[in-house]
């Protein structure tokens, strides 16, 4: 599959080896560490369950959404 992992079983995963999946799947290319703790976690729990396309569409629907509130708004 092109991990570089071999074919593990996820309930034979390490925690370490869990933990290296989701930083290199999730975190890092959603640049979770660049976001407030509070956004990165929603961010990251979005992807883990939706995939990374879609937690990327879906923040950036809130953030067009935000921008037009705030035209609104001022």
């Known amino acids: 599959d092109g991990d570089g992992m071999g074919d593990v079983s996820v309930k034979n995963l390490s925690e370490e080896q869990a933990m290296e999946v989701y930083q290199r799947s999730y975190w890092k290319p959603l640049r979770c560490d660049t976001?407030?703790?509070?956004?990165?976690?929603?961010?990251?729990?979005?992807?883990?369950?939706?995939g990374v396309?879609?937690?990327?569409?879906?923040?950036?629907?809130?953030?067009?959404?935000?921008k037009?509130?705030?035209?609104i708004l001022n």
């Open 68 to 71: 037009q509130l705030q035209t």
């Open 53 to 66: 396309s879609n937690a990327i569409k879906f923040i950036q629907r809130l953030m067009n959404t935000q």
């Open 35 to 50: 976001m407030e703790p509070k956004l990165a976690t929603a961010v990251f729990d979005t992807a883990v369950n939706c």
